[in-house]
C-alpha cells in the first residue's frame, strides 16, 4: 500500500496481512484524488471514511490536506492497523473509531465536508446509502458524498447524483446537496 500525493506521498507502507477488505487500487485511488484536487478544496475541510479498512483513503486524505478525518471500520484487526500507521507516521488528522458504518450515519449529528464510502460489494442496502446520507442531512452545504461500489449499481435516478467515473473494475459515484 502508498500513499499517492500529498505531505506523505512515496510513502510504502507495509500491506496488512490476512485482511479481509479490498482495497481501492492505486490506480483508481490516484484518478479519484486528481479529480478531488481539481475540482474540490481538500484543504481544512472535515472528512469522514465509512468502511475504513486499511485506512487507504483516510490517509490519502490527511496527506491532501483534510484538517479532520473520521475513520470508521468495524474489523478490529483493520482498525488496530490503520491506528499503528497513523501512530507510526505521527499522523494527528485522523480519529480512528470502531463501528458499524451503516448505524454511524443513522446516529450521527455531524456534518461533514466529504464522505467517502467502499462497503463492501455484496453488502446488503448498499443502493440506501446515499439516500441515509442526504435524508440525515450529513453533508454541508458544498459537501460531497463518494460512493465506491460495483458496475452492477447505477445511481443517475438518484436526485443528489452529480456524476459516475469508473477506472478498471472500480466504479465511484459523486454525489451533492440538491
Known amino acids: 500500500m502508498r500513499i ?7 510513502r510504502t507502507l507495509p500491506g ?3 485482511f479481509t477488505a479490498r482495497p481501492t487500487t492505486d490506480f483508481a485511488k490516484e484518478n479519484l484524488f486528481n ?6 478544496i481538500l484543504d481544512g475541510i472535515n472528512a469522514l471514511d465509512l468502511f475504513a479498512g486499511t485506512g487507504s ?3 490519502e486524505l490527511a496527506s491532501n490536506g483534510c484538517k479532520n478525518v473520521l475513520a470508521i471500520e468495524k474489523n478490529p484487526k483493520h482498525l ?3 491506528q499503528s500507521i497513523t501512530d507510526r507516521l505521527k499522523i494527528s488528522e485522523i480519529e480512528v473509531m470502531r463501528g458499524d458504518a451503516l448505524k454511524f450515519i443513522e446516529r450521527t449529528l455531524q456534518k461533514f465536508d466529504l464522505i467517502f464510502a467502499d462497503p463492501p460489494y ?16 450529513l453533508l454541508n452545504p458544498d459537501g460531497l458524498f463518494i460512493l465506491e461500489h460495483s458496475k ?3 445511481f443517475s435516478a438518484h436526485p443528489n447524483f452529480k456524476q ?15
Not at 499517492?4 to 512515496?10: F, Q, R, V
Not at 479529480?35 to 474540490?40: A, E, G, I, R, S
Open 80 to 82: 488496530a492497523y490503520i
Open 152 to 154: 452492477d449499481y447505477n
Open 35 to 40: 479529480v478531488l484536487k481539481n475540482n474540490y
Open 122 to 137: 455484496q453488502l446488503q442496502g448498499i443502493d440506501k446509502i446515499p439516500d441515509v446520507i442526504s435524508e440525515r442531512n
Open 57 to 59: 483513503i483516510s490517509l
Open 16 to 18: 496488512p496481512k490476512g
Open 4 to 10: 499517492i500525493s500529498g505531505k506523505y506521498k512515496i
Open 164 to 178: 459516475k467515473k469508473v477506472y478498471g473494475s472500480v466504479n465511484f459515484s459523486f454525489f451533492q446537496p440538491a
